[in-house]
């Protein structure tokens, strides 16, 4: 390759990509009797509805939105803020009948986000995906990676499961206007399909 004038020939690395990890994630918030125990799993070893509901580039608010036919709202069951680090442990209901439908924990890089986005999400009032929807925030949801749980006492609590069956849920990323700003894990509630 010719170097022309002022044209370096130091190639930039390339940015580290963040991977939220299981542990590390739910560590912030973790459950009076602990994280869950979980592992990796394959997008294609998911019993179905699981994989449709977690295989996607799409906010969860929206997919589960979808799948029960209901909106849902947010319960902030606990919150931890670091200067513009600010993450939260959340229960997604069905807006019909207070049912629990998702687990989530993110951590957000506040600093990434508009001052009426942030305040919206410390808020605590909306989904996260809808606040970011209804602002029109420039964003990207990319899984990177899916576990299989299985739920602790205060997972089997939220979701009125009585036994140890086990759950299935994601990490992911969101970037904001091209840049890392959240990180999330999401775990659904048992569903039981109709045959």
Same mark, same amino acid.
């Given at each position: 390759?010719?170097?022309?004038p /002022? ?11 963040? *991977? ?13 009797? #602990? ?6 799993? #394959? ?7 699981y ?18 036919g ?8 606990? *919150?931890?803020?670091? /200067?513009?680090?600010?993450?939260? +442990? ?8 207070? +049912? ?23 808020? #605590? ?22 576990? +299989?749980? *299985? ?17 299935? #849920?994601?990490?992911g990323?969101?970037? *904001?206007? /091209?840049?890392?700003?959240?990180e ?7 569903i039981?399909?109709?045959?």
């Open positions: 390759m010719a170097v022309l /002022g044209m370096s020939t130091h190639l930039a690395e390339p940015a580290v990509q963040p *991977t939220p990890d299981y542990d590390e994630l739910y560590a912030l918030l973790p459950d009076a009797d #602990g994280i869950p125990a979980a592992g990796p799993v #394959g997008p294609l070893d998911m019993p179905s509805p994989r449709s509901l977690l295989v996607h580039n799409h906010h969860m608010t929206v997919t589960v939105e979808q799948f029960y209901d909106r849902v709202n947010v319960r902030v069951l606990e *919150t931890r803020v670091d /200067g513009d680090d600010y993450s939260r +442990k959340i229960l997604l209901t069905l807006a019909g009948s207070g +049912k629990v439908v998702q687990f989530g924990i993110v951590r957000i890089d506040l600093a990434q986000l508009a001052p009426l986005v942030r305040e919206q999400i410390v808020a #605590g009032q909306t989904p996260l995906g809808r606040v970011l929807i209804q602002n029109d925030v420039l964003r990207q949801v990319r899984p990177t990676g899916f576990v +299989k749980v *299985t739920p602790n006492a205060a997972m089997r609590e939220w979701f009125h499961a009585a036994g140890d069956e086990a759950l299935y #849920g994601r990490l990323v969101i970037d *904001t206007d /091209g840049r890392p700003a959240i999330v894990l999401e775990i659904l509630a048992p039981v399909e109709l045959t």
